[in-house]
Every structure is written in C-alpha cells, then in structure tokens.
C-alpha cells in the first residue's frame, strides 16, 4: 500500500508536529511567538528533541518522514518564505534514500 509515511497510521509524534505546525500558522499570535523563541514555544509539546529540533531547524526532509501532513509542510515553509527550491530539494533527498 503506498503512503505518505512510513506509517500506515498517524503516530502521536506525527499528531504533535502536525499540531504546531497548524497552530503556528493558524492562529494569530502563535507564528509570532514561535518565531521569536521556537524552544519555548514547543517546551510544553510531548516531543523528543530530535523531532522538535527537525521543527526548529526547518528540517523538511526529517518532518515528512516523522509523518507530517505534506500540505501543512508546504504552508509551513510558505509562512516562514523558505523558498519553494529549499523544500522541493529537502523532499527530493529522503525520497531518493527510500529508494536505496
């Protein structure tokens, strides 16, 4: 069966970066505070530090695979103008290491 993810179902890590991910761009003052301190924003979130850093650090690629929405993805990297090739490039590399 062909999927998104790694996982046939969604897993809790998947729902917590799917959530901030929303939440960052959904509501008013979240984008804000996010971007001014993106630990303490996500201190209270039940994520391993890897997951929060891949977050933190725009890791595409690494999100994607944890299980995120690859829409929420996009409206992430267009909130934040990281440029469509930046995105594109980090997709295209796990894809290419699924491969192998």
């Given at each position: 069966?062909?999927?998104?993810?790694?996982?046939?179902?969604?897993?809790?890590?998947?729902y917590?970066?799917?959530?901030?991910?929303?939440?960052?761009?959904h509501?008013?003052?979240?984008?804000?505070?996010?971007?001014?301190?993106?630990?303490?924003y996500?201190?209270?979130?039940?994520?391993?530090?890897?997951?929060?850093?891949?977050?933190?650090?725009?890791?595409?690629?690494?999100?994607?695979l944890?299980?995120?929405?690859?829409?929420?993805?996009?409206?992430?990297?267009?909130g934040l103008?990281?440029?469509?090739?930046?995105f594109?490039?980090?997709?295209?590399?796990?894809?290419?290491?699924?491969?192998h």
């Open positions: 069966m062909a999927s998104n993810w790694r996982q046939l179902m969604p897993t809790t890590d998947a917590w970066m799917n959530r901030i991910l929303f939440d960052i761009h509501r008013d003052d979240d984008l804000h505070r996010y971007k001014r301190d993106p630990d303490a996500m201190a209270d979130v039940p994520l391993a530090p890897s997951l929060k850093s891949a977050i933190r650090d725009n890791d595409i690629g690494a999100m994607y944890a299980g995120v929405n690859p829409y929420l993805l996009r409206a992430h990297c267009l103008r990281i440029p469509e090739s930046v594109l490039q980090s997709l295209r590399s796990v894809g290419r290491e699924g491969e």
